[in-house]
């Protein structure tokens, strides 16, 4: 199966995707992911985006679409993929369109108050990418990767002035995208429970 998974920053996408990806091994491409590993390795692209990124704004498309045109090529992407944080404006869906057929988008539709304190609150681990939530998800012990004991820390983008600034991005240019796949009757709508397994459960009964 081909599957977006579409949803405002902190809706849980990252989330959700991790979960497909162990429960039905779908490959799961999250463009953030391979953003902040190209600014991690010190790449070319790396240095480009880190500004937009840590401004809270969208990279340039022809970056983007480049990067995931390139990861789609490869062998795992033939049949199965779960896109994460792709599309994100209607020209990139476009884009999207003319490289490959998807079957569904999830849509994740969470209160905007709750993605707030759920962004600044998340806390990543730069060894080995578990996400935790200082609130809804703490590590055992504090600071501390539960996976491989590395120190935890807090995305630059989780601040509150700049997620601020990523909603409003999401609002302005990522938001029309429901319409568009509802429009192509691709689109399910998954109302989040406020726990992650509600809402897991909720999408395995939608690809069941
Ligand atoms: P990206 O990394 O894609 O960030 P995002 O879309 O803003 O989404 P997040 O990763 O912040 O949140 P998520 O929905 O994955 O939530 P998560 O599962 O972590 O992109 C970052 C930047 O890269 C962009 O701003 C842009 O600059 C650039 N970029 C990326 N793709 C691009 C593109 N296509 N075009 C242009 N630029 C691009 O969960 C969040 C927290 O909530 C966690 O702590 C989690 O534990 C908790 N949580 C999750 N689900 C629940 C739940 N149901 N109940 C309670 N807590 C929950």
């Not at 959700?16 to 902040?36: C, H, M, V, W, Y």
């Not at 062998?75 to 944080?85: A, R």
């Amino acid at each position: 199966m081909k599957l977006i998974i579409l949803g405002p920053p902190g809706s849980g996408k990252g989330t959700q995707a991790r979960l497909l990806e162990n429960k039905f091994g779908l490959p799961q491409i999250s463009t953030g992911d391979l953003l902040r590993k190209a600014i991690a390795k010190g790449t070319d692209l790396g240095k480009t985006v880190k500004e937009y990124m840590d401004d809270g704004k969208l990279v340039p498309d022809d970056l983007i679409i480049a990067l995931i045109k390139k990861r789609l090529e490869k062998p795992d992407c033939e049949n199965d993929f779960i896109l994460d944080g792709f599309p994100r404006n209607l020209d990139q869906a476009r884009a999207l369109r003319d490289i490959n057929k998807i079957d569904l988008v999830i849509n994740l539709d969470v209160d905007m108050q709750d993605l707030r304190k759920r962004l600044i609150s998340r806390r990543i681990c730069p060894n080995c990418g578990a996400v935790f939530n200082l609130i809804r998800k703490p590590p055992k012990a504090e600071g501390i990767c539960d996976n491989c004991g590395s120190k935890l820390r807090q995305r630059n983008d989780d601040t509150r002035e700049v997620v601020s600034k990523r909603l409003i991005t999401y609002m302005n240019e990522t938001e029309p995208l429901i319409q568009y796949y509802r429009n192509k009757h691709k689109l399910k709508n998954i109302r989040d429970g406020k726990d992650i397994k509600g809402t897991f459960d909720k999408i395995c009964n939608v690809l069941d």
